[in-house]
């Protein structure tokens, strides 16, 4: 992950805590306005949830984190972000409620808690919407460019770029793809370095002739079943 990628992960936590915070407020005020009723006892003041407000701000975005919804914004599909988000949000659940037992603090109403859990998924895909978005504009527009080339075999290659996603295709930028069948290690390293590329892109990663290739650097891999490298 490059500075900048660190930067925005950064202002994506503190603008997930923060939303989730004010979507909290919200359902309070839904509730106190009596447009939807889960039970009929009197709702308190809203600064009854104060200690809660303190813990979903900070911690929200801390759990979303370990379950890796912030790993890169444009890849994975809204069924995984689903999944994260539940499993984050059964650890909210429980962190609240051993907070509420052992400091003995109360848990104000429910019913603005059943509205926040069923609800609060919704906002997060939503801002993961609007994030893609931006993102995808971004590209198309030429404003961050990391141009890729792939390299593997005849088989390989297709099967990669059939399971590309839109945003996917528009991240990587594939401007070129080298055949490990028909050229050799020379002539592929010589195209690379012409077309002043930022990431190779290896789909056949268990291919031998990729020992005729060596480049510096090696990043985490991305894609099941590739390797990237940025030169």
Not at 20 to 39: D, N, Q, T
Not at 130 to 152: A, D, N, P, W, Y
Request: with cysteine; aromatic share 12%.
């Amino acid at each position: 992950m490059n500075r900048k990628q660190e930067i925005s992960k950064d202002l994506a936590l503190i603008s997930d805590g923060l939303l989730l915070g004010a979507f909290l407020w919200l359902c309070y005020l839904v509730r106190v306005s009596g447009l939807i009723r889960f039970e009929t006892q009197e709702i308190p003041p809203f600064s009854h949830f104060y200690w809660i407000l303190a813990l979903i701000i900070p911690a929200s975005p801390l759990l979303l984190d370990l379950q890796g919804f912030y790993d890169n914004p444009l890849i994975p599909r809204y069924e995984d972000f689903l999944s994260k988000i539940g499993r984050s949000g059964f650890w909210l659940i429980v962190v609240i409620s051993l907070i509420s037992i052992f400091g003995k603090l109360e848990v104000p109403s429910r019913s603005v808690f059943i509205l926040f859990f069923l609800l609060s998924p919704l906002i997060l895909l939503f801002r993961v919407w609007v994030t893609q978005e931006i993102l995808i504009r971004h590209f198309r527009k030429g404003k961050i460019i990391e141009r890729s080339v792939l390299v593997g075999t005849s088989t390989d290659i297709p099967n990669f770029l059939r399971r590309l996603s839109r945003a996917e295709k528009i991240e990587l930028q594939i401007s070129h793809w080298f055949d490990l069948e028909r050229m050799d290690a020379a002539t592929i390293r010589k195209n690379i370095r012409r077309h002043a590329v930022e990431r190779i892109i290896f789909v056949s990663p268990d291919s031998p002739k990729n020992e005729d290739l060596p480049f510096g650097f090696e990043l985490p891999v991305t894609f099941p079943g590739i390797v990237l490298i940025r030169i």
